[in-house]
């Protein structure tokens, strides 16, 4: 199968159906063995890049993945993300905020995780809650110490959208790159997800009856993702609405999303001056002086 990450790329000021996206697309690859060679080469090449990001040291890499329950955002993270070196990639999961937390704007908790320059950040779930999950239960808002007047205010999600690609556009002027991905998942699979869930022992700790209790919003779900995206995908932060019904698919767009990126960048291995150039090989004419004695 031929295909480019355009096809999943939300266009800046584009208004999206989520029903016109597909959840599942034609095989990328056509067998086992196949799909394993190619996310290896992946991995491979991505551990090689992130090499280099860390030791140019001049851009941060920041990954936000958000989907429904079952989507797969923790295999996608764990497949693609295998062969990272540890020391230049940190990944944080954002559930139920703290009362710390509550006590500061919406966008602050997430914000003192963002990466340095030379490191990877991956937010596995992130700062679009607060668009997503807090729209589809509003009682949420009234934990978060906003005033009666805000709590009524209709342009409360509309300014939060102009919050959040402010803050994308100043963390892009000042060198971080963000790739934002939405797994887009069918209703039907996500059954099928929960059902193996709980038919597998081992997994039965992935499931809870919460889990069950927001698939009855799924429809509102939807809406909030549609307007959330098509709201906040921008030149410099784009969304990709990934197809996440097959999770081998799923993993190999993703990667190829990341390596696309990554090359963008132009990146170089700092230069030598002629001056420290100078110094390494005094240096090493010490250390083969020491061999002589």
Not at 46 to 65: D, E, G, M
Not at 185 to 213: C, G, H, M, V, Y
Request: proline share 4%; with cysteine; aromatic share 10%.
């Amino acid at each position: 199968m031929k295909w480019n990450s355009s096809d999943y790329r939300v266009g800046e000021g584009q208004t999206i159906r989520l029903k016109d996206w597909p959840t599942a697309v034609e095989p990328i690859v056509q067998s086992e063995q196949q799909y394993r060679q190619l996310l290896e080469q992946q991995v491979s090449e991505l551990s090689k890049l992130q090499q280099l990001h860390y030791a140019a040291n001049r851009y941060a890499v920041l990954i936000i993945f958000q989907a429904m329950d079952a989507a797969g955002k923790d295999g996608v993270i764990r497949h693609v993300m295998s062969g990272v070196n540890p020391q230049g990639c940190a990944v944080h999961s954002f559930k139920h905020p703290s009362a710390a937390e509550l006590e500061h704007d919406f966008l602050w908790r997430t914000t003192q995780h963002l990466p340095e320059r030379g490191q990877i950040g991956i937010f596995n779930r992130s700062y679009y809650e607060e668009v997503l999950i807090v729209r589809v239960h509003p009682e949420i808002l009234h934990s978060q110490g906003l005033t009666d007047r805000r709590l009524k205010d209709k342009k409360i999600w509309p300014e939060r959208y102009r919050s959040i690609v402010d803050l994308e556009n100043h963390l892009h002027r000042n060198g971080t790159r963000i790739i934002k991905f939405f797994l887009h998942l069918s209703e039907e699979e996500q059954r099928k997800r929960f059902i193996a869930r709980i038919d597998a022992p081992e997994k039965n700790w992935k499931f809870s009856t919460a889990d069950l209790e927001e698939r009855q919003y799924w429809k509102q779900y939807q809406r909030a993702y549609e307007e959330c995206i098509s709201a906040t995908s921008t030149e410099n932060a784009p969304w990709y609405v990934v197809p996440a019904d097959d999770k081998e698919n799923t993993r190999l767009i993703v990667s190829e999303i990341i390596l696309k990126t990554f090359k963008s960048m132009k990146l170089h291995y700092p230069e030598t001056s002629a001056e420290r150039q100078r110094e390494l090989q005094m240096i090493r004419a010490q250390l083969l002086e020491e061999a002589k004695k």
